[in-house]
């Protein structure tokens, strides 16, 4: 069984919306950082931001949390990233499947969030031209 601390994140992540995003640092301690394949910031008046500009490039992003494993201050999420890309084929569903290392504050908030997914593989070789572009490199590579 997950701590409270841990179930708060879940549950962040798996009912995120703006209204949430507004709301991080519920979650998130303020001087919280935050690192992924396109970000490194510090303090969640940075975060906000990229959450919040999710919204706008993607339709209905949701994250799946499959696993969670927690130890001492720091915890791993397995999850699902499921979102529809405004500006390329919005009908298309996209799956992007990742990790998230955690480390938790003395008050039980996020202190530190770092994300762990494969955006070649994942993301680039979805996409018209990139895609063909990163699969031969792939091929080429392998």
């Given at each position: 069984?997950?701590?409270?601390?841990?179930?708060?994140?879940?549950?962040?992540?798996?009912?995120?919306?703006?209204?949430?995003?507004?709301?991080?640092?519920?979650?998130?301690?303020?001087?919280?950082?935050?690192?992924?394949?396109?970000?490194?910031?510090?303090?969640?008046?940075?975060?906000?931001?990229?959450?919040?500009?999710?919204?706008?490039?993607?339709?209905?992003?949701?994250?799946?949390?499959?696993?969670?494993?927690?130890?001492?201050?720091?915890?791993f999420l397995v999850w699902d990233f499921t979102f529809r890309?405004?500006?390329?084929?919005?009908?298309?569903?996209?799956?992007?499947?990742?990790?998230?290392?955690?480390?938790?504050?003395?008050?039980?908030?996020?202190?530190?969030?770092?994300?762990?997914?494969?955006?070649?593989?994942?993301?680039?070789?979805?996409?018209p031209l990139v895609g063909t572009l990163m699969r031969y490199?792939?091929?080429?590579?392998g």
């Amino acid at each position: 069984m997950s701590s409270e601390r841990l179930q708060r994140v879940v549950r962040y992540w798996e009912t995120l919306d703006l209204a949430a995003v507004e709301r991080i640092g519920e979650v998130y301690a303020e001087s919280a950082s935050f690192r992924d394949p396109f970000n490194d910031v510090q303090g969640i008046d940075r975060l906000r931001p990229i959450f919040a500009d999710m919204f706008e490039r993607l339709i209905e992003p949701r994250f799946i949390i499959r696993e969670t494993l927690e130890q001492g201050d720091a915890a791993f999420l397995v999850w699902d990233f499921t979102f529809r890309v405004r500006a390329l084929e919005p009908s298309r569903l996209r799956t992007i499947h990742g990790g998230t290392h955690l480390k938790f504050a003395p008050d039980g908030r996020v202190a530190m969030h770092r994300d762990y997914w494969d955006a070649a593989g994942e993301l680039y070789e979805q996409l018209p031209l990139v895609g063909t572009l990163m699969r031969y490199l792939k091929r080429r590579m392998g």
